[in-house]
């Protein structure tokens, strides 16, 4: 559609002119201006038809509706060519063409539902890549004199010292688009060809999932529910870096945040900022480290701890000694499956019996793209990866060839796949007298298991879900 509504008007008015054909279709919000109903029908010059949405979802439009038409490709690659080649972005006169093409790389991830947006100076060309439902994906290749005008403009958008490039910075800063609040953490990085940016895209709306949004499977979600009930304990969450632990944690935090308890977390770095919860942000030049947070905290007479990782036997003695005096406490590790993390604490110098007794459930999780709905079909199965994944012959396989809906990719968006061990008198057992990564693995599916009934029931790969799982859980 080549017409469309002024982005301030619509916003203002409540109304979105969503379509042009022998009618004008129009999504009208919750108390939207029905004066201007007239002077949409002037601009689009035919009857209109309206159609009643939620302010949410008015929201939704509004920000897919002018995102996806900020900037087009073409219109990068102008941007790209009117920016100046200047070592410094203060020696530019002009430094609107720079956020114009910053603006519409945000854009375009945005509506892409990027998580990342890499910028990559070369000799030959600064090359764009985006990490979409986890893969990383080439966007544009722009002109390698524009490199340095970019990044110092993206330096000073996040108060960034635009004179250093020899040291690696860290930074952030806040944008808002359409509708959507976006958290976009930079980080730069010497490199032979320039400096190195990476944008991390957090939605601020983000912050606000609840455990149903999770999508967990309804016998491991009441497990969940149940540990976090508990009055004191521990409760991990395991996976890879991009497996979606802190959104699990967070959706944990915002059930327990009902005002009645005192809840603190340290992160590296603070995600989401949550009302009614105190963050605190780990920084190692002052001395502040996960167990240094932890150890202060604890004096702040909590209810409820939130440690973004345990990474050292500190972090993790600390946290048990936590849990041990009747304090909740979440965090997450880096380990491949939920049993590994208990082998981890033990490696950690943690006592088996201490392990027994504060442990109360530990969630492993993985992301694997979601098979588009609109146009998925299933097919014959090959013997070897039905093997493969443990399914019985003759189990149908599913793919999607693509169409509009997944813009020809055949994927729309991610699905989480969940595996939870809970402490019971079996597990302590076990766990007292010294058992083995692969012997406590045998108190829950485990996560092949469950990769496999995902592509049974359609929802993503073969390849994809050994791709992401590995072959296995170990």
Not at 227 to 249: D, E, F, I, Q, R
């Amino acid at each position: 559609m080549s017409l469309t509504l002024p982005y301030g008007f619509a916003r203002a008015t409540g109304l979105i002119l969503t379509a042009i054909g022998e009618t004008a279709e129009v999504a009208r919000r919750p108390g939207s201006r029905t004066e201007a109903l007239a002077e949409v029908r002037r601009i689009a010059g035919r009857p209109l038809r309206l159609t009643d949405v939620s302010a949410a979802d008015f929201d939704r439009l509004l920000q897919n509706h002018y995102a996806s038409g900020a900037v087009a490709a073409d219109g990068l690659m102008d941007l790209a060519d009117d920016l100046p080649s200047a070592e410094d972005l203060l020696a530019s006169d002009d430094e609107a063409p720079a956020i114009r093409l910053i603006n519409g790389l945000i854009a375009e991830a945005a509506r892409l539902k990027a998580s990342d947006i890499h910028i990559e100076p070369f000799e030959a060309a600064l090359v764009v890549r985006m990490r979409i439902d986890g893969e990383l994906k080439e966007m544009h290749r722009l002109p390698a004199g524009v490199a340095s005008l970019l990044v110092s403009r993206i330096k000073v958008m996040a108060r960034l010292d635009i004179a250093e490039r020899r040291l690696p910075q860290d930074g952030r800063m806040e944008l808002a688009l359409a509708a959507k609040r976006l958290d976009v953490r930079v980080s730069t990085l010497p490199a032979r060809g320039g400096e190195r940016v990476v944008l991390r895209l957090l939605d601020k709306d983000n912050a606000g999932i609840d455990l149903a949004g999770l999508g967990m499977p309804p016998a491991i979600d009441a497990a969940f529910r149940a540990a976090l009930a508990s009055p004191n304990g521990l409760v991990l969450v395991t996976g890879p870096t991009g497996s979606g632990k802190t959104t699990t944690l967070y959706a944990g935090l915002k059930l327990l945040n009902d005002g009645s308890r005192n809840i603190l977390t340290v992160e590296d770095p603070v995600e989401y900022a949550v009302d009614g919860i105190g963050q605190t942000q780990v920084n190692a030049k002052v001395g502040l480290s996960f167990a240094a947070g932890l150890r202060a905290i604890l004096r702040q007479d909590p209810d409820v701890v939130m440690v973004g990782e345990i990474r050292d036997a500190e972090t993790a003695q600390i946290a048990v000694q936590a849990a041990l005096t009747g304090h909740l406490v979440l965090s997450s590790l880096h380990t491949n499956d939920a049993a590994s993390a208990i082998t981890r604490l033990r490696d950690f110098g943690i006592e088996p019996f201490l392990l027994a007794a504060t442990l109360r459930a530990v969630v492993a999780q993985r992301l694997v793209r979601r098979l588009c709905p609109d146009c998925r079909v299933a097919g014959p199965g090959d013997a070897a990866t039905l093997a493969a994944l443990g399914l019985p012959a003759g189990t149908p396989l599913w793919h999607a060839p693509g169409c509009p809906a997944c813009n020809h990719t055949g994927w729309q968006g991610r699905v989480g796949l969940y595996d939870l061990i809970r402490m019971t008198d079996t597990l302590a057992l076990r766990i007292n007298a010294g058992a083995t990564a692969a012997e406590l693995a045998a108190e829950s599916p485990g996560l092949t298991a469950i990769a496999a009934a995902a592509v049974a029931q359609g929802l993503t790969t073969p390849a994809e879900a050994l791709r992401v799982i590995g072959g296995g859980d170990a």
